[in-house]
């Protein structure tokens, strides 16, 4: 039978013994789409409880699903699935994504996914060239970064080969450590897998195609309708300043072009323009990131933006910083976002944190951390150090050689050389303090003894138990980002909740729009001014996270996705929720509704809750896992909870929110865990069952 | 000439003069006075001028020229949709025709009310309003002396940038919480 959309075939690699062989995708994950989705599966299905992170029993599975390499518009990550190394004590399921080309030139191969396991006797890394797949030596590799390797790689493969490879920190099995592919598009959290598994790199050359059901007709007038919808980047749907198409305007927007705003290092110029939102080709200018991320000083230095395969949104920045070259990296750096997380190792730069030095430090970092392949854990890596030094812990846990090993005067002097140490230490666990950075901030607070004051606002955790930061959070959204902040064992990296909250629209339009698929207006609140919970929030906070799961397993970019808007006033401001199954059924020919998709996305999220269940050992994931730092009911001190002007939340409210949430998910409210009437109703049974003989399945 | 030639010149010249004010919204983002349209090279006389908005309206063609007018002078501007929007028009005649303390007062007012969030006092240097960031002090000065101004209030965020805000549609806390996002929160979140 033709497989449309998947290529039908799953790569299965043995380090330990070396066999290699193939996996008919369709047979078995059909119904959890592919990525996350076919992770969970594998890991449900393959390693017990018990296993840890590192061990050969453990898998790691890459993969896109059907939409990869469609050309879907936004379809471009991949995920990385295994046992996250970081969460504490138990090391329990996680994912970590990454975008570029690596996942689509996967498709072309011919694979939808790539499952690996056992470690092999001496590193290693994987050549896929279509249906040509060895294991190849990389002994010579091993010890050298990601640059290089990839380098070293694409000399063998050719130019076109796209490589995700680790650096010195996943090979020295460093919890906080990286995945890296095509310059700028990392993975985090899985580096030290692969370390685990003496696995380099895997290299990847396709020249196959994708096949897609629809007619070719049928298929363009589907993606011009998808781009037609498309703002900015997270979905802002009007411009960061007054444009004279524009009816709305923020000036948090992403959508930063405007007359006037440049690619500046671009020879000649390139100015950003206007951006009709009718203008499907300036798509890629909407989004000047880099005076987002860096400040307005990045524009001179912007060379372009950049991004992931068929992707139009383009939220890369590229630029050039002749004065970084003093530090001893290229002037030449790319990334986005958290991913310039080096920079905010140093805490205060001389000229500000968006002056020239903060500028060369993102450089610096982006050089360091992208080829050791040191991960940040969203940024907490930078805060952990922060708290460790600010508050006297590092001198009571270094010896003293060790402390004056390290160049604090550098820091304080806010100089991006104090970055090249730093990450220099966590990559290779040099002494205690390179050793403890690496650990991940659950067993480093642990281990060095950091005070309750840790776990305040000011440090950004999240869960202690697990050592995630908040990631869109309780600032956005209230109840709602706080709920989804509690669901996974990482930083939740949900953006579906953002993607509405912060289009930049009037609340009126967005709850107009939010009544449509919530059912009422009340899901959605004004920023900072958040009312008492109530069920539509609940429906919200569900399915931002059923959407995330779909992103990840289709894929579409959660960054992105979903369209509840659009920039156009002549839809009323409408997107379309109903994009991923349209996309989803005319690739694969499987023809599904909004509803159906949303079930199959149900599913998997689901699974992800069993994973952690038996990984945990508890069904009582509401008093175990799905935990709210105080900050979030202590903070601001002088400011009333549910009050106009902060985030600050009701501690009975949010355990309403729990109780509302569970019920919206089918979950026993008193656990939080799925009943044995949801996993029969999402086709998870057979875990209901192995959950029950291990006294984890909650009786409803 | 003949009644023919008479309704094809006036067509060729709604013609003219609606691609005119296409280009210059597409281009510069402004608005068409109609009176520029009584100089050269048109030297349209009043009568001409109706009967060009009369033709502008009748034909579908032309539906994307709009007309917006100045209640107090009776001046009318055209501009052409979608390159310029209906509440940007707006937003340009206020500027063109209103002191700089009601243009920042009903913008104000507006945001307030809307989104809801404060207002800041930057975005009145910007296109489509163009105040001279060394005159705020003295507006905001003035706007502080007017009764029916009252509403409007003017905070800074911690970094110092200056916001209003009007209490009509927003208290303090909500507007100092909103612009303290914008400001800093929102760049530590990461």
């Known amino acids: ?700 | 000439m003949t009644d023919e030639t008479e309704a094809e010149q006036r067509r060729i010249l709604t013609a003219k003069i609606a691609e005119q004010v296409r280009e210059e919204s597409r281009s510069t983002g402004r608005l068409s006075p109609l009176n520029a349209f009584f100089q050269e090279p048109y030297n349209l006389n009043r009568e001409d001028a109706e009967e060009v908005l009369r033709s502008l309206a009748a034909d579908q063609a032309n539906a994307d020229i709009r007309v917006i007018r100045d209640d107090k002078r009776g001046d009318l501007y055209l501009y052409a949709s979608p390159h310029v929007c209906e509440a940007y028009a707006a937003s340009l005649l206020l500027a063109k025709i209103s002191d700089p303390c009601d243009v920042i007062a009903e913008t104000v007012r507006e945001e307030s009310r809307l989104y809801p969030r404060p207002t800041c006092s930057l975005l009145f240097h910007l296109p489509p309003y163009g105040l001279s960031p060394e005159a705020m002090p003295s507006y905001v000065r003035e706007m502080g002396r007017r009764e029916e101004m009252r509403d409007i209030k003017t905070f800074e965020a911690s970094n110092g940038v200056s916001y209003f805000y009007s209490e009509r549609h927003m208290s303090l806390a909500h507007a100092r919480g909103l612009a303290e996002w914008i400001e800093v929160e929102q760049f530590e979140n990461q």
């Open chain 1, 1 to 700: 039978m033709s497989s449309y959309g998947w290529s039908g075939k799953i790569l299965r690699v043995d380090l330990t013994t070396g066999r290699i062989w193939t996996e008919k995708t369709l047979e078995r994950y059909r119904d959890y789409l592919g990525a996350t989705g076919i992770g969970y599966k594998v890991m449900w299905d393959e390693v017990p409880a018990g296993v840890g992170a590192f061990d050969p029993a453990n898998r790691i599975i890459f993969g896109g699903g059907p939409l990869i390499g469609t050309g879907s518009p936004c379809g471009g990550r991949v995920a990385i699935t295994s046992l996250l190394p970081t969460s504490y004590p138990t090391e329990v399921i996680g994912s970590g994504h990454m975008g570029g080309h690596w996942g689509s030139e996967l498709k072309f191969a011919g694979w939808d996914a790539i499952i690996v396991q056992g470690k092999a006797p001496s590193p290693v890394w994987l050549a896929v060239a279509d249906d040509k797949v060895e294991i190849r030596d990389a002994r010579s590799l091993w010890g050298s970064g990601i640059y290089r390797a990839t380098a070293e790689i694409c000399q063998e493969m050719g130019g076109e080969a796209q490589v995700a490879a680790i650096g010195q920190a996943g090979e020295k099995l460093v919890r906080m450590a990286c995945v890296m592919n095509g310059n700028s598009h990392s993975a985090g959290g899985m580096g030290g897998v692969m370390g685990s598994k003496n696995l380099k790199a895997i290299g990847v050359r396709g020249t196959g195609s994708v096949k897609i059901a629809a007619k070719k007709k049928e298929w363009k007038s589907l993606v011009n309708h998808v781009l037609s919808l498309a703002g900015s980047n997270n979905q802002w749907v009007v411009p960061s300043t007054p444009q004279p198409w524009a009816e709305f305007h923020a000036t948090s927007s992403r959508w930063t072009a405007r007359k006037g705003l440049y690619w500046g290092a671009a020879n000649p110029p390139v100015e950003t323009g206007t951006c009709d939102p009718h203008d499907l080709n300036s798509i890629g200018y909407r989004c000047q990131k880099a005076v987002f991320d860096l400040g307005p000083i990045a524009e001179q230095f912007t060379v372009r933006m950049d991004g992931c395969h068929s992707c139009p949104i383009r939220c890369h920045i590229q630029i050039s910083v002749p004065s970084a070259e003093k530090y001893g990296v290229s002037r030449y750096a790319a990334n986005t976002c958290v991913g310039w997380w080096g920079r905010n190792v140093i805490k205060n730069y001389p000229d500000g944190p968006r002056g020239m030095t903060a500028l060369e430090g993102a450089v610096v970092g982006k050089h360091m951390t992208d080829d050791y392949g040191v991960w940040c854990n969203y940024g907490q890596i930078a805060r952990d150090f922060q708290y460790a030094y600010e508050k006297g812990v590092l001198k009571k846990v270094l010896s003293e050689a060790e402390y004056k090993s390290i160049p604090f005067g550098l820091y304080e002097k806010g100089s991006p050389e104090f970055i090249k140490d730093f990450v220099r230490r966590i990559a290779f666990r040099e002494g205690e303090f390179g050793f403890a950075l690496g650990e991940g901030t659950a067993r480093l607070a642990r281990r060095w003894g950091f005070g309750r004051d840790f776990f305040g606002y000011e440090w950004n955790v999240w869960n202690e138990k697990l050592g995630y930061p908040k990631h869109h959070s309780n600032e956005n959204g209230g109840q709602v980002g706080t709920l989804i902040n509690t669901q996974y064992n990482r930083d939740s990296q949900c953006h579906s909740h953002v993607n509405l909250y912060s289009c930049g629209l009037p609340l009126g339009i967005q709850k107009r729009l939010a009544a449509e698929i919530f059912g009422s207006g009340d899901a959605i609140d004004a920023y900072r001014n958040y009312t008492p919970m109530n069920v539509y929030k609940a429906k919200f906070a569900k399915w931002s996270l059923i959407r995330k799961e779909l992103h990840d397993s289709l894929p579409l970019c959660n960054w992105m996705f979903p369209w509840v808007v659009s920039p156009l006033k002549e839809r009323g401001y409408k997107g379309d929720t109903s994009i991923e199954s349209r996309l989803y059924s005319a690739v694969t020919g499987d023809g599904k509704s909004e509803a159906e998709m949303d079930l199959v996305a149900e599913r998997i999220f689901n699974l992800h809750r069993a994973l952690t269940i038996r990984g945990m050992k508890t069904k009582d994931m509401r008093k175990e896992h799905d935990l709210v730092p105080d900050w979030v009911y202590d903070y601001p001190k002088d400011a009333k909870p549910l009050s106009p002007g902060s985030d600050k939340m009701d501690r009975e409210d949010m355990q309403r929110a729990f109780d509302l949430f569970y019920r919206e998910c089918g979950w026993d409210v008193a656990t939080g865990s799925p009943t044995r009437e949801t996993y029969r109703r999402l086709g998870l049974g057979y875990v209901a069952d192995e959950l029950e003989k291990e006294g984890l399945l909650a009786q409803a």
